[in-house]
């Protein structure tokens, strides 16, 4: 679902342990969603993040840095459970891919 963060199935760096899923809920059937990746904040040098590019989120009770340049397909089959919906951030993250894209 759209603004939600999974938990990945597999991961190769702990700093980085989910995406949000940033597609369209209205693709919802294909294999592949667009996703990005959230980086512990603690571990992301602060010189190096873009405020509008690179929002900082709150999942429970850490924070995170959303890396919206490596946006990319992932399969959903590599998702794991949602953790947590950060819908009510969606201007936030729409920016965000604005920054990105527009």
Do not use: C, W
Not at 17 to 45: F, M
């Amino acid at each position: 679902m759209r603004h939600h963060v999974y938990a990945l199935k597999q991961t190769k760096h702990r700093d980085r342990p989910y995406v949000i899923d940033l597609q369209n809920n209205l693709l919802g059937d294909l294999s592949t969603r667009l996703v990005a990746p959230l980086q512990k904040r603690a571990s992301v040098n602060v010189a190096e993040i873009i405020d509008e590019l690179m929002p900082i989120l709150s999942i429970g009770n850490e924070e995170f840095v959303l890396f919206t340049q490596e946006a990319a397909a992932y399969p959903v089959k590599g998702l794991g459970d949602a953790v947590s919906d950060l819908s009510y951030q969606s201007s936030v993250l729409i920016n965000a891919l604005d920054r990105l894209v527009g």
